[in-house]
Nanobody
Framework: QVQLVESGGGLVQAGGSLRLSCAAS????????MGWYRQAPGKQRELVAA???????NYNDSVKGRFTISRDNAKNTLYLQMNSLKLEDTAVYYC????????????WGQGTQVTVFS
Protein backbone atom coordinates (compact mmCIF):
# COMPACT_ATOMS: atom_id res chain seq x y z
CA GLN A 1 0.00 0.00 0.00
CA VAL A 2 1.31 3.45 -0.93
CA GLN A 3 0.13 6.69 0.59
CA LEU A 4 0.38 9.93 -1.34
CA VAL A 5 0.37 13.34 0.31
CA GLU A 6 0.02 16.45 -1.82
CA SER A 7 1.14 19.89 -0.73
CA GLY A 8 1.77 23.31 -2.20
CA GLY A 9 -1.74 24.34 -3.10
CA GLY A 10 -3.22 27.66 -2.08
CA LEU A 11 -4.44 31.03 -3.24
CA VAL A 12 -2.59 32.77 -6.02
CA GLN A 13 -3.25 35.75 -8.20
CA ALA A 14 -3.69 35.19 -11.92
CA GLY A 15 -0.31 35.16 -13.60
CA GLY A 16 1.38 33.80 -10.53
CA SER A 17 3.04 30.47 -9.84
CA LEU A 18 2.69 27.52 -7.53
CA ARG A 19 4.62 24.30 -7.12
CA LEU A 20 2.73 21.21 -6.08
CA SER A 21 4.48 18.27 -4.46
CA CYS A 22 3.31 14.71 -3.96
CA ALA A 23 5.26 12.70 -1.43
CA ALA A 24 4.88 8.93 -1.54
CA SER A 25 5.23 6.74 1.53
CA UNK A 26 7.04 4.10 -0.47
CA UNK A 27 9.34 3.78 -3.43
CA UNK A 28 7.88 5.17 -6.61
CA UNK A 29 10.29 3.64 -9.07
CA UNK A 30 7.94 0.70 -9.55
CA UNK A 31 5.16 2.97 -10.80
CA UNK A 32 5.66 3.43 -14.49
CA UNK A 33 3.18 6.30 -14.81
CA MET A 34 2.69 9.18 -12.41
CA GLY A 35 0.43 12.12 -12.97
CA TRP A 36 -1.53 15.09 -11.77
CA TYR A 37 -5.26 15.35 -12.26
CA ARG A 38 -7.65 18.13 -11.35
CA GLN A 39 -11.33 18.52 -10.73
CA ALA A 40 -13.15 21.82 -10.78
CA PRO A 41 -16.62 22.23 -9.23
CA GLY A 42 -19.26 20.67 -11.44
CA LYS A 43 -16.70 19.20 -13.81
CA GLN A 44 -15.17 15.80 -14.34
CA ARG A 45 -11.69 14.99 -13.16
CA GLU A 46 -9.21 15.53 -15.96
CA LEU A 47 -5.58 14.72 -16.59
CA VAL A 48 -3.29 17.71 -16.21
CA ALA A 49 0.08 16.08 -16.82
CA ALA A 50 1.72 12.68 -16.66
CA UNK A 51 5.27 11.37 -16.64
CA UNK A 52 6.62 7.90 -17.23
CA UNK A 53 9.56 6.13 -15.65
CA UNK A 54 11.48 6.86 -18.80
CA UNK A 55 10.85 10.58 -18.44
CA UNK A 56 8.27 10.87 -21.17
CA UNK A 57 5.64 13.52 -20.48
CA ASN A 58 2.12 14.26 -21.59
CA TYR A 59 0.20 17.47 -20.94
CA ASN A 60 -3.36 18.63 -21.22
CA ASP A 61 -3.47 21.14 -24.07
CA SER A 62 -4.74 23.82 -21.69
CA VAL A 63 -1.54 23.76 -19.62
CA LYS A 64 1.10 23.18 -22.27
CA GLY A 65 3.89 25.70 -22.00
CA ARG A 66 2.79 26.78 -18.51
CA PHE A 67 3.03 23.64 -16.35
CA THR A 68 5.95 21.26 -15.92
CA ILE A 69 5.75 17.82 -14.36
CA SER A 70 8.79 16.12 -12.87
CA ARG A 71 9.62 13.24 -10.57
CA ASP A 72 12.45 12.54 -8.16
CA ASN A 73 12.66 8.81 -7.58
CA ALA A 74 15.33 9.26 -4.91
CA LYS A 75 12.97 11.43 -2.88
CA ASN A 76 9.85 9.47 -3.83
CA THR A 77 8.25 12.73 -4.89
CA LEU A 78 6.29 14.01 -7.85
CA TYR A 79 6.13 17.71 -8.68
CA LEU A 80 4.01 20.05 -10.74
CA GLN A 81 5.40 23.50 -11.44
CA MET A 82 2.55 25.78 -12.46
CA ASN A 83 3.34 29.13 -14.02
CA SER A 84 1.18 31.83 -15.58
CA LEU A 85 -1.81 30.57 -13.68
CA LYS A 86 -5.26 31.38 -15.00
CA LEU A 87 -8.65 31.60 -13.32
CA GLU A 88 -9.66 28.40 -15.08
CA ASP A 89 -6.84 26.51 -13.36
CA THR A 90 -8.81 26.71 -10.12
CA ALA A 91 -9.52 23.14 -8.99
CA VAL A 92 -8.59 20.42 -6.57
CA TYR A 93 -5.39 18.82 -7.81
CA TYR A 94 -4.81 15.11 -7.24
CA CYS A 95 -1.65 13.08 -7.45
CA UNK A 96 -1.88 9.64 -9.05
CA UNK A 97 0.60 6.83 -9.41
CA UNK A 98 0.00 3.66 -11.30
CA UNK A 99 1.65 0.52 -12.44
CA UNK A 100 0.17 -0.57 -15.74
CA UNK A 101 1.95 -3.90 -15.98
CA UNK A 102 1.36 -6.89 -13.70
CA UNK A 103 0.88 -6.54 -10.80
CA UNK A 104 -1.30 -3.60 -11.71
CA UNK A 105 -1.85 -0.93 -9.07
CA UNK A 106 -3.31 2.54 -8.85
CA UNK A 107 -3.17 5.05 -5.99
CA TRP A 108 -4.59 8.55 -5.43
CA GLY A 109 -3.71 11.34 -3.07
CA GLN A 110 -6.29 13.25 -1.07
CA GLY A 111 -6.05 16.37 -3.21
CA THR A 112 -4.88 19.93 -2.70
CA GLN A 113 -6.89 23.03 -3.53
CA VAL A 114 -5.56 25.57 -6.00
CA THR A 115 -7.52 28.81 -6.25
CA VAL A 116 -6.57 31.49 -8.76
CA PHE A 117 -8.07 34.94 -8.30
CA SER A 118 -8.03 38.07 -10.43
Amino acid sequence: QVQLVESGGGLVQAGGSLRLSCAASGAIFSFNVMGWYRQAPGKQRELVAAITNGGGTNYNDSVKGRFTISRDNAKNTLYLQMNSLKLEDTAVYYCNVKRTIWPVSNYWGQGTQVTVFS
